[in-house]
């Protein structure tokens, strides 16, 4: 027998349970420490259900999950976070949809493992075993055509064959015990052009490229993200050439057959291989190069052995360093071993229980360089669950963004723990993350020095009381000329102090309610402790946006997004996932268009100093714009607002020659569609005090999207420009070469 092959099994099994008797209802794929994926159907079955109900079950269902590997055995309960119904198609033995995830109450046993995908293809030999996990359930098969985004299974007629209760469970290759698609069902007698005879053994799977592009279609890309997968080129072993690189590094590591035998067996326990029988020769230089180029942690995972006895040989130290400097440059190969990975995942999940805006705060901080990974990018709040994905995300980018020729730079995972760990509140956790930089950063050969000056800087940002965050502005960018579609979203923060900072944000075109989350998470994160949280937005726009309903934007809602943190209370808490506010009720938004005041922002400012105490009331149709500019230079040459009344014709030309004359502020009824509307305002008393009209304007909006969109109420609009608060210029995205 070789070395590194893979064990005849999985190391562990994954159940979900009926209600009913406790048995398996079929079987589940951990994806991550915190998420499942299994069949609906076999929620359906859970639940005592029909298998092809399309009905979604309650988030607040409480499902029992089951783990067994080797002698150990555990069961946690989960709570439905994705549901793709089962979709039948007409005149095909094969569905559509069928697909569930799962959020774990509490993270997968230590001794479970994630799978690993690869892609399907016709004529893959793959294995299944029941949900119940016992050894001799196992179930071969063979990949066959593809149909419809499902591929078939034909069995041989011995052993035993996939049936009931291997539904929703990973279909393993088994010449690597990689993972390629889900089972899902048997094709069935009676089935156009079939005979009981020919689906004796013939069944069908979801296929992991299905998976994975039903997922993303449904809005989970970043449980997608989160899976490990078997990266291009592995399929078909490492290049020969960067194998013959490794070898001599590796001869002056390990060139004595005892030392390189005991190296190894360590790393084929971590990498959950059959250890050779006893007097097995040790394994060719050539065969180690090809694991640690194949097995994504192998390389991290022996040079972790390996770094302590080589600290004080520094030539072999240097031949440590040059490994993994040529792992470095393999796109497949991981920051982290298999020990530093799991550590690492603990600790930064207990920084998200203690206080789940930290990390991200920390991540805005220590890699302000970088292009943020999408879980990052998107939320100022994590869950447990999130914090694979940040992990793996980060491991992509293992010189924090900042090349070095001079010696080894500070990974961006190691800076973000160390940034973490100077803001944490919890010492014992924060003893535990520095402890962990301190070994990594001594396995990679980074200068103590490099991560001394990381650690001064974290100290510095945690010490640091920053100004507090006043206002929010976001620029939005249409996306083609539909004024409702999606736009792309620049964020900023003005402080206390006058400073503005800009926010990391996707460089996708967004959907409103995403930039409504957008917003109020960047709000939520950058809260100052012991200060009011902004209240303040500005939306700068284009002249063809100035009538989008901005402010009856979603921003969903903290409970909904704490949901995953408090799955214990589940079970007393009501369903509160459909929780929101609208942008405009949540905090005082208003509008702003440079484009139409560029070339009169001096006199923008002249008006505010003017400081006129009446306000121009624009209610009269015969009013033009002819007789607009008149007003505006003569007998209201100081007025600072405006308010105009009217149809949504007159409105259009009346309101850019308002801005264009330096008007800095502007109210109207966006939903007015005659001069009689005007009196909708009155309750907002557009004349009164003007610096509390944006205080007024969000009461009157929380009032009218309190009570539902469908009452014939106004709907506000404001044009506020403050002089005092300078915009930063847009971003200019240039074609790809």
Avoid at 74 to 96: C, E, M, N
Avoid at 680 to 696: N, Q, S, V
Wanted: proline content about 7%; aromatic content about 4%; some cysteine.
């Amino acid at each position: 027998m070789g070395w590194f092959n893979r064990r005849s099994a999985p190391g562990s099994h994954t159940a979900l349970l009926r209600g009913s008797d406790s048995k398996a209802a079929g079987a589940a794929v951990l994806l991550s420490s915190a998420r499942i994926l299994t069949c609906a159907h076999v929620v359906n079955d859970a639940l005592g259900r029909e298998p092809l109900s399309t009905e979604q079950p309650g988030t607040d269902l409480a499902f029992a999950v089951s783990f067994r590997g080797g002698d150990a055995a555990a069961g946690v309960t989960a709570r439905l976070s994705l549901w793709l119904p089962p979709q039948k198609r007409s005149g095909s033995p094969v569905w559509g949809g069928d697909l569930a995830v799962l959020e774990l109450d509490e993270p997968a046993p230590d001794w479970t493992r994630p799978v690993v995908w690869r892609d399907m293809v016709e004529g893959m030999e793959l294995r299944a075993w029941h949900g119940g996990g016992a050894a001799i359930t196992y179930a071969d098969t063979v990949a066959g055509p593809q149909d419809a985004g499902c591929r078939y299974l034909d069995g041989a007629l011995t052993g035993a064959a996939i049936g009931p209760g291997y539904s929703g469970g990973p279909l393993w290759v088994r010449s690597d015990f990689t993972v390629a698609g889900l089972a899902v069902a048997q094709v069935m007698t009676g089935a156009p052009a079939l005979r009981a005879q020919d689906t004796v053994r013939r069944g069908w799977a979801v296929p992991w490229q299905t998976v994975r592009e039903e997922m993303t279609r449904a809005g989970a890309g970043d449980v997608v993200a989160e899976c490990q997968v078997v990266r291009r080129g592995h399929t078909s072993g490492p290049c020969e050439t960067s194998v013959q690189a490794m070898v001599p590094v590796l001869r002056t590591l390990l060139d004595d057959p005892a030392r390189r035998t005991d190296h190894c067996r360590e790393l084929l326990y971590a990498l959950g291989c059959d250890a050779p029988a006893g007097g097995t020769q040790a394994p060719t230089l050539d065969e180690l190069a090809t694991a640690l180029l194949v097995e994504d942690r192998a390389l991290a995972t022996l040079s972790e052995s390996l770094a302590p006895a080589v600290r004080h040989d520094p030539r072999q130290r240097r031949a440590l360093s040059d490994l993994l400097a040529l792992g470095r440059i393999e796109d497949h190969v991981r920051l982290l071993s298999f020990a530093e990975h799991r550590r690492l995942v603990a600790a930064l999940r207990r920084s998200v229980d203690a206080d789940p805006g930290l990390i991200a705060r920390a991540a805005r901080e220590a890699l302000r360089f970088m292009s943020l990974p999408t879980v990052l990018s998107h939320a100022s709040r994590l869950t447990v669950a999130d914090v694979d994905a940040v992990v793996l995300g980060l491991e992509d980018y293992p010189d924090g963004g900042l090349a070095s020729t001079q010696s080894i730079p500070v990974p961006a995972l190691l800076r973000l723990a160390e940034f973490t760990a100077a803001a944490t509140a919890d010492s014992a956790n924060r003893t535990d993350l520095r402890a962990w930089c301190d070994r990594v950063a001594g396995r990679l050969g980074i200068s103590p020095s490099a991560l001394a000056e990381r650690r001064a800087d974290a100290e510095a940002w945690a010490a640091h009381q920053p100004s507090p965050v006043t206002r929010i502005g976001t620029r939005l960018t249409a996306e083609g000329t539909e004024p409702a579609g999606r736009f792309r979203c620049e964020i900023w923060l003005w402080h206390r102090d006058g400073t503005r900072v800009g926010v990391t944000t996707p460089k996708d075109f967004l959907l409103p309610e995403e930039i409504g989350r957008l917003i109020r998470r960047t709000a939520e994160g950058s809260r100052v402790p012991g200060e009011p949280p902004p209240s303040q937005v500005d939306v700068v726009v284009g002249p063809a946006q100035l009538e989008i309903d901005v402010d009856g934007w979603e921003t969903g809602s903290e409970l909904a997004d704490a949901l995953p943190d408090l799955a214990a209370l589940r079970d007393v808490l009501p369903d509160v996932s459909g929780l929101s506010m609208a942008l405009g009720s949540r905090y005082q938004v208003a509008l702003r268009c440079p484009e139409l005041v560029v070339r009169t922002h001096g006199e923008v400012r002249r008006r505010w100093a003017a400081d006129a105490p009446h306000s121009l009331v624009v209610g009269d149709p015969s009013v033009d714009i002819q007789h607009l500019y008149e007003l505006l230079n003569s007998a209201h040459r100081d007025t600072v607002r405006v308010v105009l009344h009217g149809p949504p014709q007159q409105r259009s030309r009346l309101l850019p020659v308002c801005l264009a004359m330096g008007v800095p502020v502007v109210l109207w009824d966006r939903a007015a569609v005659s001069h009689e509307d005007a009196s909708r305002l009155e309750e907002l008393d557009p004349t009164g005090p003007l610096d509390k009209l944006p205080e007024r304007l969000q009461n009157f909006r929380t009032t009218v999207y309190g009570t539902g969109a469908d009452l014939p109420a106004a709907r506000p609009a404001l044009v506020w420009h403050d002089a005092e608060l300078s915009l930063p210029g847009p971003l200019h995205f240039a074609d790809p070469l």
